[in-house]
Nanobody, 124 residues
Framework: VQLQASGGGLVQAGGSLRLSCAASGRPFTNYVMGWFRQAPGKEREFVGNINSGGVRKNYSDSVKGRFTISRDNVKNTVYLQMSSLKPEDTAVYYC??????????????????WGQGTLVTVSS
């Protein structure tokens, strides 16, 4: 599956931003969709994921309660709604796809397809 992320930008602390990731090439509902981020000098880290039906979701502790993942299986798109943004949320955000039903894997190596990344910068 091919992934195309968009929606990044510059936002002030406390603000909101919505990222989108459009999928193509394979049946979208075959995939768990995840969001990861990578700040300068740091490893890529899990942000959250969502199962194929859009019901089950996981979030990292650092974003729980502030970020929401959703998906539209008609538009083949997954979203990351980010609110109450903090400077430490500054990173390149990547969407990723994992074939199969399990949402338990939260490490990058478990995801076979990746978008190109979109930069989110949160100013203080």
């Amino acid at each position: 599956v091919q992934l195309q992320a968009s929606g990044g930008g510059l936002v002030q602390a406390g603000g909101s931003l919505r990222l989108s990731c459009a999928a193509s090439g394979r049946p979208f509902t075959n995939y768990v969709m995840g969001w990861f981020r990578q700040a300068p000098g740091k490893e890529r880290e899990f942000v959250g994921n969502i199962n194929s039906g859009g019901v089950r979701k996981n979030y990292s502790d650092s974003v729980k309660g502030r970020f929401t993942i959703s998906r539209d299986n008609v538009k083949n798109t997954v979203y990351l709604q980010m609110s109450s943004l903090k400077p430490e949320d500054t990173a390149v955000y990547y969407c990723a796809a994992r074939y199969g039903p399990s949402i338990y894997p939260r490490v990058p190596r478990e995801y076979g397809s990746w978008g190109q990344g979109t930069l989110v910068t949160v100013s203080s």
